[in-house]
């Protein structure tokens, strides 16, 4: 699973990361943060994640 993040639409909210805070951080800066090795496990929590982002920032594609 592939996650990016239009950073020009991200308005920092933390949705993603209350959702599921092992993929998705934001670093000092409040840039979001995703790693690039998502589980197979964390599959469906990322897309719920993804799906609810209230400025609809992020994407994301299965492999």
């Known amino acids: 699973m592939k996650v990016t993040v ?10 993603c990361t209350e959702t599921i805070g092992d993929v998705f951080s934001f670093d000092d800066d409040d840039k979001l943060m995703i790693v690039d090795d998502i589980k197979p496990e964390q599959y469906a929590r990322v897309r719920f994640a993804c799906e609810q982002c209230p400025s609809q920032a992020l994407s994301y594609a299965d492999d």
Request: proline letters at 0%.
């Open 6 to 15: 239009d950073r020009g639409v991200c308005c920092s909210y933390g949705a």
